[in-house]
């Protein structure tokens, strides 16, 4: 009794042997075939309507029916406590499986006032940013515009000046082809009616040479 004490704690329970009913029901060759893997209910039924003992079969099974009725309940009372432990444990599991279930739908909603606030604002930024590489563009090609049509007017006096302005209309000139060719780039790479409009008059400008 001592020795057992100072083992660390009592050893488990065994257990229990099969009740002398069950073993006795478990050795009867009339239940043996229900213990087969291969157990065919038609075939039983045949066989037992061919040999003419059907109200002995059926008064048979009747008893092992009861018989493991009462052998259900005696297993539930011994067991009582681990059945009821375990079904304490499925409950346990079912309220974490909730809670996970709960947090889960909490952390989709944050993810989705995040799309929201970062999302939306972002797609608005790059719709922004190119209106306004377009607009930037725009404003270089008409500043570009604007000096070919100074340049042009500037020629135009310097070629009636004669021989006195020919190396200033030649300068003039350089600066304009100069500039004529990137505005040329630049209104092809604006599209729409804005593009269109600003084409036709770097053709003008350079019909103005």
Known sequence: MEEAGAGGGAAPAP???????????????CYADFFREDFDVKAYTSQSIHQAVIAEQLAKLAQGISQ????LHLQVVARHED???QATGIESLEGVLQM????????QSTVDRIRVKIVDPYNKIVSR???????????????????ILY???????????GS????????????LAGNSRPTQQLTHSL??????????ITEETRGLR
């Open 191 to 200: 599209p729409g009616e804005m593009g269109e409009r600003l084409r036709r």
């Open 15 to 29: 257990a229990p042997a099969p009740a002398p009913a069950l073993a006795e029901l478990l050795a009867d060759e």
């Open 129 to 147: 940013t190119a209106q306004l590489a377009k607009l930037q563009a725009a404003c270089d090609l008409l500043r570009r515009i604007i000096r």
């Open 83 to 85: 059945l009821l432990a």
């Open 100 to 107: 996970m279930q709960t947090r889960i739908g909490a952390l």
């Open 164 to 175: 006195r302005e020919i190396t200033k209309a030649a300068q003039s000139l350089n600066e």
């Open 151 to 161: 340049l042009s007017k500037r020629l135009q006096g310097q070629l009636q000046g």
């Open 68 to 71: 493991l009725d009462k052998e």
